[in-house]
């Protein structure tokens, strides 16, 4: 009999200890921080751009909205230029730095300027830009 209710107490224990387990292992880990929307716009809908020096380049779009281009490298000349092209790479919808790229002309032929990132600008910073870098 004695040998019957230590299997007993010890089958016991044994649910027991992990049934105090399962709860540490029923929880799901924690979520990860919501990350932003992307943020992308269609190339047929820039209107205007400005530039204040030869790394970034700030898009119009649509009406409203202000996209900050930063150049992976320097983009010669694109602060003077009249006018760029925006070569979008795969679709025209724009999305991330590697969907485009700036083309701007030169006294030596077209200079094609890798994009390394692209970001929404909100009100406040389009309307804190400089005057020349205001598209």
């Given at each position: 009999m ?9 089958a ?6 992990t ?9 799901s880990?924690e ?9 992308c ?7 205007s751009?400005?530039s204040?020096?030869d790394?970034?380049?700030n898009l119009?779009?649509?009406?409203r909205?202000?996209?900050q ?9 694109v602060e003077?230029?009249q006018t760029i092209?925006i070569?979008?790479?795969?679709s ?10 700036v083309?701007a ?13 692209i970001?929404?600008?909100t009100?406040?910073e389009?309307?804190a830009?400089?005057?020349h870098?205001r598209?």
């Amino acid at each position: 009999m004695s040998l019957k209710i230590a299997l007993a107490t010890a089958a016991t224990a044994g649910l027991m200890l992990t049934g105090a387990a399962a709860p540490v292992f029923a929880k799901s880990p924690e979520a990860p921080a919501a990350k932003t929307p992307r943020q992308c716009f269609w190339a047929r809908n820039i209107s205007s751009f400005a530039s204040n020096d030869d790394k970034v380049v700030n898009l119009r779009v649509g009406v409203r909205d202000v996209y900050q281009l930063e150049m992976l490298g320097r983009c010669p000349d694109v602060e003077w230029s009249q006018t760029i092209a925006i070569n979008s790479r795969g679709s025209s919808y724009i999305c991330t730095g590697l969907d485009a790229e700036v083309i701007a002309p030169s006294s030596i032929g077209p200079q094609r300027c890798a994009v390394s990132k692209i970001r929404k600008l909100t009100v406040e910073e389009a309307k804190a830009l400089p005057k020349h870098a205001r598209p």
